[in-house]
């Protein structure tokens, strides 16, 4: 399957702890963006990536939220001091080109609970 | 900032019969794209249907459809001969250079 994965699936911490989430987009897709969904709503942006260069992140990204993606290749969302109010669905999502009409193919999504 | 509205959280369809989700958008741009993107429960979201705002001619696909006025920054969602597959959570996008948002998701439910 060459769609774009999500590891891992669902993680539980406790508050305080540290986590990292990985995505590896489509191969060849050059933007590769995270967001956050929580229940009841739609995804929110977190921030995206074209090739390695971050180039835009959402002011909803604390400075206990890091993005990576070294290589331009997979990605990881780390965040700090994790909180109850961190408590979602991370989704990652890439697209071909940095067209804004090319649409984004999204993974399955890793889903955080924060005790 | 860009806002996208879908004033209906919840909406029910019988099977064989068409239903339409309805969004709304602000925006100052004038180049922008349209989505709407389907949710099934515990699967990954998936792209419906897209629109080009410089496009006046309605998008398809299939079952289908759109209804894109411009002036009045709508773009509804037209499900024709509705299958119980369709049954998901459909969420409205607008897109452009600089900006991409999520309206809050209408729940569809398709009734044999």
């Known amino acids: 399957d060459t769609g774009v994965s999500q590891d891992p699936r669902h993680k539980i911490t406790k508050r305080g702890q540290n986590v990292t989430f990985r995505c590896d987009p489509i191969s060849e897709h050059n933007r590769l963006y995270w967001y956050r969904q929580t229940l009841g709503q739609g995804p929110e942006f977190l921030t995206y990536f074209q090739n390695e260069a971050q180039l835009e992140k959402s002011r909803l990204l604390s400075d206990r939220f890091s993005a990576e993606r070294p290589k331009g290749s997979f990605s990881t969302l780390e965040i700090q001091r994790t909180e109850q109010g961190d408590s979602a669905m991370y989704l990652c999502a890439s697209s071909p080109s940095r067209r804004a009409y090319n649409e984004q193919f999204f993974g399955p999504g890793t889903r955080l609970t924060v005790l | 900032a860009q806002t996208v509205t879908q004033s209906q959280p919840e909406m029910s369809v019988q099977e064989a019969e068409t239903v339409t989700l309805s969004c709304t958008y602000d925006?100052?741009?004038?180049?922008?794209?349209l989505f709407w993107y389907k949710q099934p429960p515990s699967r990954q979201m998936i792209l419906v249907i897209r629109q080009e705002a410089y496009k006046q001619q309605n998008a398809t696909e299939n079952r289908f459809s759109v209804n894109f006025q411009k002036a009045a920054k709508s773009f509804s969602l037209k499900i024709s001969d509705s299958q119980l597959g369709d049954a998901a959570m459909y969420f409205c996008?607008?897109?452009?250079?600089?900006?991409?948002?999520f309206g809050a998701g209408t729940r569809l439910t398709v009734k044999p």
């Open positions: 996008a607008y897109r452009d250079n600089n900006d991409m948002r």
């Open positions: 925006t100052s741009e004038s180049d922008y794209y």
